[in-house]
């Protein structure tokens, strides 16, 4: 897998996961950001860190990407919420703008 | 994210104001790291838990003031001092400079307080964040400038046309400023720049043009403005907007050339008339494109035309009228040739004038018109008496007949005639010609004069084309006749064949006219020999075999007649007509006879018998003799065969 192609998101408690970058533009803020003017010393790398963001909502959120993304092309099944997540992942939706 | 801490106004501000100055130092060029992602990150979540804290700490009014308030601020601090202490080229270099910052600035910011586009920006229906940065810059530096800019801007475009090298891509750059400061709307640019652009160059075209019209001559000044034209043209391609191209291109037009367009074509030695007269083709050409591009500005120009070539053709008419009168009146043939050069003139002044209106005229309907008033002026007027109708017709009959004075590949008569076709298109009275034409038709058809029956077709084939089936239908008419008459002989040669007894003993041969058709001959009732007596009603006889509703009546003054004369010294064939070979064989039963005589017997008029007896007694050929031996006939005289005629031919036509 390219490296290029990869985006890296770091969770609160510095968990990683390596996603895609098209699944990762779903988030219209993280696309802002990555499509900014100036160049990031580290867009380059594209790693993007989220202080506020914890591992377990950023996994379940990376998944809501893919399914985003299958959704998109066709594919359209389901994507269930854990009930108790539900709270914590509609506010980083709405910070992630997604 | 469960237990924020509430972020406080002054605290999150201080922190969001440290993130801007970066940028600006970023911008200014100050050393300076760039943005990590993290820093990105860090205020982007700033606005946001600012935003979405629970009131009274939702600070969204506060934030959207204070975002505007950033660049209201670093404008009047740092932007605008640096622009004013700048002038001209370095003034304009600045601001373009400045405002691609500004623009990357509106781009940063609005990013990192994104947040508030989404709800708070949406729900009161405000500016949204990118008008705001826009906004800012428009009504503090544009406001303040633009007149400025506008003229140091117009200033470099002066000297541009003065040959001097500017810096186009700064210009292109700076004008698209005005274009985007507009945010989609051209108005700006529009009153701002181009109102008093187009000012500054119509005034600057006003001061050339009021030299050259002095100093230069038409085509010199044509070819000024034609560069000057391509020079703006470039400029619009180069750094101006397009939407200016037509107002720029009209603006020069009409200082340049809608202004000055009378003195510049009633120039004395280089205007209009005069291109014209020296066939300066290219210079008309150029004339043309210039002035096409102006509201009737091709008017003036084509009615030069007209006056030009109505007179050249009346100069012909008069060429010719000359060369008519000063020969002698009797020479009719060279008469006729000048009326046949006139006609080949007029056909050379046609083409030479319809080609320039194909090409320096660009078929311009203006000029086909110019071209057609003028040729009908002139083609009507008459030469030597001849009425142009008349001339046309006569025309046509020396190239269609038999030993015509032009001598003509096949495809040369085709275009000729083509031509005369279309010139016949000016002559007002087209039936005169027809009349001219028919007549002439009838002699060649009739006395097999006609050089060459693919021709005749073709050009009637034109004239219907031109004039209408009508205009032809008697022609046509004439043409088969022809054909059927053939016909009609080999059915009554057949029937002589077959009935033997009815044979006159002469070889006899008919040709039978549609009476509709043919021009009208008089008939006159003359006496025949009694040879020829038999011949007429053995075909009459023929002919009720053929149709019983049909009267026939014969034109006896068109018949030819082959003769076989017993002359002393030799045996000689005559082709006469029909009416000098009746007076001929009178002789056979008398030796002498009287003027009054032969009248009684051929029962003709005074003007016929005078004429007749003049071709046989007084011309070239004596087959009669005269007495007494003048050369003029008169009722008194008398006539007697001459036995001791001879000619070193052996058979000669005897004109009537």
């Known amino acids: ?86 709270l914590e992942l509609m506010m980083a939706a709405n910070y992630l703008h997604t | 994210m469960n237990e924020r801490k509430t972020i406080d106004l002054e605290q999150g501000w201080e922190f969001m104001q440290k993130g801007i100055t970066k940028l600006k130092n970023i911008l200014e060029g100050l050393p300076e790291p760039q943005f990590s992602s993290e820093d990105y990150m860090m205020l982007y979540t700033t606005i946001y838990n600012m935003c979405t804290q629970k009131p009274p700490h939702d600070y969204s009014q506060q934030l959207y003031d204070k975002y505007r308030e950033s660049f209201e601020e670093y404008i009047t601090s740092t932007v605008l001092p640096s622009l004013r202490e700048k002038h001209d080229e370095f003034m304009l270099r600045e601001l373009v400079k400045r405002w691609s910052n500004h623009k990357v600035m509106v781009r940063w910011l609005s990013r990192f ?106 085509p010199d000044y044509m070819l000024k403005s034609e560069e000057c034209l391509k020079c703006e ?26 202004v000055w367009e009378t003195r510049l074509l009633d120039k004395e030695h280089s205007g209009c008339h005069a291109l014209l007269r020296d066939d300066k083709v290219d210079d008309l050409s150029r004339m043309f494109r210039l002035f096409s591009k102006i509201p009737r500005g091709l008017d003036p120009i084509s009615s030069i035309f007209k006056q030009h070539v109505t007179a050249e053709g009346t100069a012909l008419v008069k060429q010719a009228e000359d060369a008519a009168s000063t020969k002698k009146a009797d020479k009719k043939d060279v008469v006729g040739m000048q009326e046949q050069v006139f006609v080949r003139k007029v056909i050379e002044l046609h083409d030479k004038y319809l080609a320039y209106v194909n090409d320096c005229f660009q078929n311009h309907t203006l000029f086909h ?67 001219f034409y028919r007549k002439k038709l009838a002699r060649r058809l009739l006395f097999d004069k006609s050089a060459n029956d693919d021709h005749e077709r073709s050009i009637l084939t034109k004239l219907k084309q031109q004039c209408g089936g009508q205009f032809t239908s008697k022609m046509e008419g004439m043409v088969t006749d022809l054909t059927l008459a053939r016909e009609n002989q080999a059915s009554f040669e057949e029937y002589l064949s077959n009935n033997p007894n009815a044979n006159p003993g002469i070889d006899l041969t008919v040709t039978v006219l549609t009476t509709g058709f043919w021009p009208s001959y008089k008939s006159f009732d003359l006496n025949l020999p009694a040879e020829m007596v038999k011949c007429v009603e053995v075909f009459r006889d023929f002919y009720q075999t053929k149709t019983k509703h049909r009267k026939l009546t014969w034109i006896y003054s068109l018949g030819t007649c082959n003769l076989i004369g017993k002359f002393e010294p030799k045996m000689m064939e005559l082709i006469v007509t029909t009416y000098q070979a009746s007076a001929l064989l009178l002789f056979n039963s008398s030796d002498r006879l009287s003027y009054s005589e032969i009248m009684t017997q051929l029962n003709l008029t005074d003007d016929d018998v005078i004429r007749l007896l003049h071709s046989l007694s007084c011309a070239k050929y004596k087959i009669l003799n005269k007495e007494p031996s003048t050369k003029t006939i008169s009722p008194t005289d008398h006539f007697e065969f001459n036995s001791k005629f001879t000619d070193k031919m052996r058979r000669i036509k005897v004109t009537f």
């Not at chain 1, 950023?58 to 099944?77: H, N, V």
């Not at chain 2, 940065?133 to 506008?150: H, I």
């Not at chain 2, 400029?235 to 809608?258: A, D, F, I, N, T």
């Not at chain 2, 010139?423 to 010609?433: E, G, Q, R, W």
């Open chain 2, 369 to 435: 018109k110019a071209l057609k008033e003028a040729f009908e002026v002139f083609c009507n007027k008459g030469v030597v008496g001849s009425s142009s109708a008349e001339l046309l017709a006569t025309f046509c009959d020396n190239i269609l007949k038999k030993g015509g004075s032009e001598k003509l590949s096949d495809e040369a008569i085709e275009e000729t005639l083509e031509k005369v076709v279309k010139l016949l298109a000016y002559i007002s009275d087209k039936d005169l010609f027809a009349e």
């Open chain 2, 233 to 258: 043209k470039d400029r619009v391609s180069h750094y101006l907007h397009s939407s200016s191209e037509p107002k720029l291109l009209e603006k020069v037009q009409h200082e340049l050339l809608s």
């Open chain 1, 1 to 86: 897998m390219k490296r290029k192609d990869t985006v890296k998101l770091i969770s609160a408690d510095e968990m990683e996961f390596v996603i895609d970058k098209d699944a990762v533009m779903v988030s219209q803020t993280i696309r802002n950001l990555l499509t900014s003017p100036g160049g990031f010393a580290e867009t380059k790398l594209g790693e993007v860190t989220f202080p506020e963001i914890s591992a377990v909502i950023l996994e379940r959120i990376c998944q809501y990407f893919y399914w985003a993304l299958q959704y998109s092309r066709g594919k359209e099944t389901e994507f269930h919420i854990e009930p108790e997540l539900t």
């Open chain 2, 113 to 218: 307080f994104h947040y508030l586009d989404r709800y708070f920006i949406a729900r009161r229906s405000l500016p949204p964040l990118n008008e705001v940065g826009l906004t800012c810059f428009r009504e503090l530096v544009y406001q303040e400038l633009n007149a400025k800019v506008r003229d140091a801007v117009i200033s470099l475009i002066d000297q541009e046309r003065e040959g001097e090298q500017i810096d186009r891509a700064l210009l292109k750059n700076v004008l698209y400023i005005f274009v985007e400061i507009g945010m989609g709307q051209m108005d700006y640019y529009e009153n701002d720049f181009e109102a008093t652009m187009l000012k500054d160059t119509a005034a600057y075209y006003s001061r050339k043009a009021a030299n050259w019209i002095v100093d230069d001559s038409c």
